[in-house]
């Protein structure tokens, strides 16, 4: 059992509308074991503002407060997913998880996009930000791909390369099928408790 005042890891889950991060999210925590709480945009807890810029405020409040109650032993919890909405631009909530947290108490572990094969090529208007959020993630997840074409996933395949060389690794509803892909933890799966923030209305 790891000690409540270690550490505490954190993946960072991108990606836009529909792409499947809730369904990830959901089987990564079945792979370790772990028990989720998942806190939503308008709830009382959360500001409807996206976390990368005014909602920013209140990612650290709720961190802090997480924090605390692990301290405390309120909650037992041994892994964090953080998951954006979908115009999150990553480089603010990086800058401020490292920022504002001392890595004894909680770190970034790894960012995670996930990209809607089936919705493949994104906009003009998208691109940008989506071209970010692949360039921060340290895994790309191209989900959807029953529902996707060939020559969509070979596009999308083709524009991930195009920005960064990172595993990439196809799933369907979040399911990746594969042992290499796994969520970094100080833990075993046997004892980790997963808690998740959400700022996504919809996925």
């Known amino acids: 059992m790891v000690n409540k005042t270690s550490p505490l890891p954190a993946t960072l889950i991108l990606g836009f509308a529909g ?17 989720v709480e998942h806190i939503q945009s308008g709830s009382s ?3 409807s503002g996206c976390i990368c810029c005014s909602g920013l405020k209140d990612l650290k409040q709720l961190i802090k407060d997480l924090l605390i109650d692990r301290e405390s032993g309120k909650i037992e919890c041994q892994q964090l997913f953080i998951e954006a909405s979908h115009e999150t631009d990553p480089i603010p909530v990086i800058r401020t998880i490292r920022q504002s947290f001392s890595p004894g108490s909680i770190f970034l572990k790894e960012a995670i996009t996930v990209i809607n094969a089936a919705n493949y090529p994104p906009t003009d208007a998208e691109r940008y930000l989506v071209t ?6 340290n895994k ?8 996707a074409t060939d020559e969509q996933i070979n596009k999308c395949h083709k524009h991930i390369r195009g920005v960064k060389w990172q595993p990439i690794f196809n799933a369907i509803e979040g399911i990746v099928n594969t042992n290499d892909f796994r969520v970094p933890s100080t ?3 046997s004892t980790s408790v997963s808690t998740v923030v959400s700022f996504a209305s919809s996925i």
């Open 19 to 35: 792409s499947g991060k809730t369904s990830l999210i959901q089987h990564l925590s079945n792979q370790i074991e772990t028990a």
């Open 140 to 147: 790309i997840v191209v989900n959807h791909c029953d529902r």
């Open 45 to 47: 807890e959360l500001g």
């Open 187 to 189: 833990v075993e799966a």
């Open 132 to 137: 970010n959020q692949i360039f921060f993630a």
